[in-house]
C-alpha cells in the first residue's frame, strides 16, 4: 500500500516537503492548511483547509485516512496546533517529526532584547522611542493595543484583526524582502525599536541586519518550547530521513 504523509503545513519547509513527497512514485502526501491565510500558494498533492476538532480530531483523522506519518511543519509560533499533533501522534502511534527551521541568532552590533511573549513585548516597548515597526503578523496585536502613546507602523500580509494599536499604519507585504528597502522604511517612517517573533529563516531577515546597521533596538520574542519527547529536525532532508523516507 502506498504510504500517507500528512504535513501540517503554512511554511516554506511544508511547501518544499510536499512538493518533494508528491514527485515521489506512490506515494500520497496530504498538506493541511489552518485557513489564516485567505489566498494561499499552490501546493503539490493533495490540500484540506481547517481544522481538525483538536488532538481527538486529528487522532480520528490519522485513522481514518490511514496516515502512515506525520511531519508537523507549521510556524514556530503555531504552538496549540503542534501540542495537538504531538498528542494526537501519541494516541494513535503514528511516526511523527516536528520540522523547524533554525532560529536566528544575534550577531555583533545587534541590540537585542528578548522576551517569552508579546505582553512582555509590550510593556518594553515605552523605554525605546514612540516609533515602532511591529512584524508580528495580524495575529495578537491585541499586546500592544493599550499603547495609546506610541506610533505602530505594522507590516503583515493581510489586515490585523482588532483589537488593535489605536495609532497604526499598516503595511501589507510577503517577504523576501532586501536589506535596502528594509532600511530605507526604517529610515522614512522614523523607526526607533522593531518587534519581531524569532519566526527565523531568510525571507524576513533582512529588517534584523537593517536595524543593525541602524544601531535601532530589537525585541525579539522567543519561540513556545515544543512539547516534551518530540523530534525536531531543521530541514527536509532532516525530515525525510527521520521518517525513514529517504533522501530529498
Not at 228 to 242: F, I, N
Request: a neutral charge.
Amino acid at each position: 500500500m502506498s504510504p500517507h504523509v500528512l504535513v501540517l503545513g503554512g511554511t516554506a519547509e511544508a511547501r518544499e516537503l510536499a512538493a518533494v513527497l508528491a514527485a515521489r512514485p506512490g506515494v500520497r502526501v496530504t498538506t493541511s492548511l489552518a485557513g489564516r491565510v485567505s489566498r494561499p500558494g499552490a501546493l503539490a498533492g493533495e490540500v484540506r483547509v481547517g481544522g481538525f476538532g483538536g488532538a481527538e480530531g486529528l487522532a480520528r483523522w490519522l485513522r481514518e485516512q490511514r496516515v502512515d506519518a506525520l511531519v508537523d511543519a507549521t510556524h514556530p509560533f503555531a504552538e496549540t496546533i503542534t501540542a495537538n499533533a504531538a498528542r494526537a501522534a501519541a494516541a494513535t502511534g503514528v511516526p511523527a517529526v516536528v520540522l523547524r527551521r533554525p532560529g536566528w541568532r544575534p550577531g555583533p552590533g545587534d541590540r537585542w532584547h528578548p522576551v517569552d511573549s508579546l505582553g512582555a513585548a509590550a510593556d518594553l516597548l515605552p523605554r525605546f522611542g514612540s516609533r515602532v515597526f511591529l512584524t508580528t503578523g495580524r495575529m495578537g496585536l491585541a499586546a500592544f493595543a493599550h499603547l495609546t502613546d506610541l506610533h505602530f507602523v505594522v507590516r503583515s500580509v493581510e489586515p490585523p484583526e482588532p483589537p488593535v494599536p489605536p495609532h497604526r499604519e499598516v503595511l501589507l507585504a510577503r517577504g523576501p524582502f532586501t536589506v535596502a528597502d528594509e532600511s530605507a522604511l526604517l529610515r522614512e517612517h522614523c523607526i526607533d525599536v522593531l518587534v519581531t517573533k524569532d519566526s527565523g529563516g531568510e525571507a524576513t531577515a533582512a529588517k534584523l541586519t537593517a536595524a543593525r546597521e541602524l544601531a535601532l533596538p530589537v525585541v525579539v520574542v522567543r519561540r513556545p518550547p515544543l512539547p516534551d519527547g518530540v523530534v525536531a529536525v531543521p530541514d527536509v532532508a532532516g525530515a525525510l530521513d527521520e521518517l525513514g523516507l529517504g533522501p530529498p
